[in-house]
């Protein structure tokens, strides 16, 4: 992200005959995202209620950009032209048990879908550390959870339903079309307007979350395998201070033979004695059910519950998937550089992910642990830090999160991207004159 995403750009609403522009942003607040620090270059957004207004309103504009829930934190989603929101496009389109899947429209956040899914007798693989964004946008940017065994929450879709640059509707299956759906799940927008996506879905299943405190760095260090592989998806929190992960947070499924043994002590932590949050000093009410209190799965993978602002709100985040075998070693990498970080951080999470075949997905290939930060909202002192981590992770080949902040520069994603060279052929398909690029494409993408 450059110092242009922080510059105000406002051009005038325009009303459409089949889109109803959401008049409400423009008279009170200008559009930004989730965290605030992006204030978008246009206030131009347009509600579509069905198919038929998507197609019209991609068949009229020269340029624009689907906005989902505005949680990414860089420039990925922005447009100087105008935002369609399928927002109120929500509906559950077809729960279908034999082919263990589900369909949605692209408006359907995890929160909306999960309570649902779950009440039918069916769940997800995975879900992020929030249910409160869209299923479109976070398999747009390959947004994950944590698992050993768990792919990213891309890794779920199926199919997808793509409205192109021409309006035309393209229907794409994990069966049917090979290549070409492997490389459009995770399309950073570029593609065109998905309408509809069919998940995965597997019979439901109940979890219980430990939340253990103060593990020794060294204990991470030599254990680091037993520790990931210990649950269904395990976290571990740190503020890079003192030699220590902070907090662990173990997610387990409750049955025989997946269940987690909370013993008081995890390789030198202790188990905790009420719940936490994952920067120690906030309250922990807005956090999902800890100290093995059993709970659907939608209620203990997200570390947020819905109904509550996730995380700390007034923040930035950055976040790097590193190959799997360098985990320690880049951990450790980082950890040199507490004294820069620390002042800046509110908490650093790491998590694990397995490997996928989605092309610009950063589990291509290779299971990947991920370094995650959440910074004070300081973009000055942010801005000076990202270069130092990304220089220290270089050697890894580290990849960074679709929807975070960095400076990776783009010469360096074509180098760590095999696939990106046949992503900009697949989107050239859909949307050969650049209709849904912008510029965090044309820098990051195609100019790379
Ligand atoms: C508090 C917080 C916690 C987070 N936790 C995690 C986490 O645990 N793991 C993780 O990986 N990430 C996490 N993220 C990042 C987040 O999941 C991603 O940024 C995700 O992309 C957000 O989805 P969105 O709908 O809000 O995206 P937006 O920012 O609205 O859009 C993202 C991209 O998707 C495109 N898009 C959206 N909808 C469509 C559509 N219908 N058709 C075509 N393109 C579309 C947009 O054009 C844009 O390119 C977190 C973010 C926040 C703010």
């Known amino acids: 992200?450059?110092?242009?995403?922080?510059?105000?750009?406002?051009?005038?609403?325009?009303?459409?005959?089949?889109?109803?522009?959401?008049?409400?942003?423009?008279?009170?607040?200008?559009?930004?995202?989730?965290?605030?620090?992006?204030?978008?270059?246009?206030?131009?957004?347009?509600?579509?209620?069905?198919?038929?207004?998507?197609?019209?309103?991609?068949k009229e504009q020269n340029r624009l950009k689907v906005l989902g829930t505005r949680h990414c934190f860089n420039n990925i989603a922005d447009s100087n032209d105008g935002f369609l929101t399928l927002k109120s496009m929500d509906k559950v389109v077809a729960l279908e048990p034999e082919a263990h899947t589900v369909t949605v429209d692209a408006g359907v956040t995890y929160g909306q879908l999960c309570p649902l899914l779950h009440s039918k007798g069916f769940a997800l693989h995975n879900l992020a550390s929030l249910p409160h964004i869209s299923i479109a946008g976070a398999v747009s940017t390959a947004t994950h959870g944590s698992g050993e065994r768990n792919g990213n929450l891309a890794t779920a879709v199926s199919a997808l339903e793509i409205v192109t640059a021409a309006g035309e509707l393209v229907k794409l299956s994990r069966q049917r079309d090979g290549e070409a759906f492997l490389g459009a799940v995770v399309g950073l927008g570029a593609l065109g307007v998905i309408t509809k996506v069919t998940l995965d879905t597997r019979p439901t299943f109940l979890m219980r979350q430990y939340v253990y405190e103060n593990m020794p760095l060294a204990e991470m260090k030599n254990h680091f395998d037993a520790i990931q592989s210990s649950a269904y998806s395990v976290s571990l929190f740190t503020d890079w201070q003192n030699q220590r992960i902070s907090e662990i947070w173990l997610k387990s499924r409750v049955e025989e033979g997946h269940a987690f043994d909370a013993t008081p002590e995890f390789f030198g932590a202790k188990r905790a004695t009420k719940n936490l949050h994952p920067i120690a000093e906030l309250s922990a009410e807005n956090c999902t059910e800890q100290m093995g209190v059993p709970g659907p799965w939608y209620e203990r993978l997200p570390h947020f519950r819905m109904g509550f602002t996730p995380s700390a709100g007034k923040e930035l985040q950055t976040e790097y998937f590193v190959p799997r075998q360098h985990a320690v070693e880049a951990i450790l990498a980082v950890e040199r550089l507490h004294d820069q970080i620390s002042p800046h951080l509110m908490i650093s999470e790491i998590r694990s992910i397995a490997a996928d075949n989605l092309w610009l997905s950063p589990c291509y290939e290779q299971p990947c642990v991920t370094i995650h930060f959440t910074w004070k909202q300081d973009w000055l002192a942010v801005k000076m830090l990202m270069p130092l981590i990304e220089k220290e992770l270089a050697p890894f080949k580290a990849r960074p999160h679709w929807g975070k902040l960095f400076t990776v520069h783009p010469a360096e994603l074509r180098s760590i991207y095999k696939k990106l060279p046949d992503f900009i052929q697949l989107s050239k398909k859909y949307d050969p004159h650049g209709k849904f690029r912008n510029e965090f494409l044309s820098t990051n993408i195609f100019n790379s």
């Open 1 to 58: 992200m450059n110092k242009r995403t922080f510059v105000k750009l406002f051009s005038a609403v325009m009303a459409s005959p089949a889109i109803s522009p959401l008049l409400t942003w423009a008279a009170k607040d200008k559009l930004k995202n989730w965290a605030g620090n992006l204030e978008y270059s246009t206030d131009r957004l347009y509600a579509a209620n069905s198919l038929e207004q998507v197609r019209s309103y991609v």
